[in-house]
């Protein structure tokens, strides 16, 4: 299993472009997640998934946009580029079953990209 | 907001000492607290984890020891080694199906010199 997969591994963006940020897991988990990684503020969760189909906010959602249209695919969209997204972006994934303990299931991350925006 | 404090924010240990990093929480509903690890250039991977119901959790060099009435829990690495220099973040989660949320503390960078 290759894991957690992220592209791309880095980026520049001008102030105002768009990109997506991929990412795709092949260990059939059901939840995914993204993260950014900013010097001494650790992860922040900007959207999540629980399933094909469905998904949330986190604490950071603002400027993103997310889809899940398949278990393995959970693409992160910046629509309009601005330096304070500038971030090393981490996409995660775990499985949790129907009877419980959602919250303690070992999530598995990718190698983050690392996004500037100037 | 809820919120996991860390500290300290940097670590340096000789070889062969105890590496110790503290976690704060406030929500008393948090139930599951893992440590994870992060080396330069890689994303954080699952180190230890630890459940209120017992008050330390030891795998190999590597403890995790919590006070529930304290909210605190912390990690020690024991008879540290430079292999041990990455990032370790704390982190807190209510273990309920629908919660899949975990918090996480802002990170400590350890730095293991021989």
């Known amino acids: 299993n290759a894991g957690v997969t992220q592209t791309p591994k880095f980026r520049i963006l001008k102030i105002g472009q768009s990109m997506t940020l991929q990412c795709t897991q092949d260990m059939n988990h059901n939840y995914m997640y993204w993260y950014r990684q900013d010097p001494g503020m650790g992860l922040k969760l900007i959207y999540y998934?629980?399933?094909?189909?469905?998904?949330d906010k986190g604490e950071v959602p603002n400027g993103y946009n997310v889809s899940r249209s398949t278990t393995e695919d959970f693409p992160l969209r910046l629509e309009l580029a601005a330096p304070s997204q500038t971030s090393v972006y981490f996409c995660a994934s775990s499985y949790s079953g129907t009877s419980g303990g959602a919250g303690t299931d070992t999530q598995y991350f990718g190698p983050g990209t690392r996004l500037t925006v100037l | 907001q809820q919120q996991v404090k860390q500290s300290p924010q940097s670590l340096i240990v000789q070889k062969g000492g105890i590496s110790i990093i503290n976690c704060a929480y406030e929500n008393t509903a948090f139930d599951y607290f893992p440590w994870y690890q992060q080396f330069p250039g890689k994303g954080p991977a699952l180190l230890i984890a630890?459940?209120?119901?017992?008050s330390e959790k030891k795998e190999g060099r590597f403890t995790i020891s919590f006070n529930k009435s304290a909210k605190q829990f912390s990690l020690h690495i024991m008879d540290s080694q430079p292999g041990d220099s990455a990032t370790y973040f704390c982190a807190a989660s209510r273990a309920n199906f629908g919660n899949e949320k975990l918090t996480f503390g802002t990170g400590t960078r350890l730095t293991i010199i021989p």
């Open positions: 998934s629980v399933g094909a189909g469905i998904t």
């Open positions: 630890i459940r209120p119901d017992v």
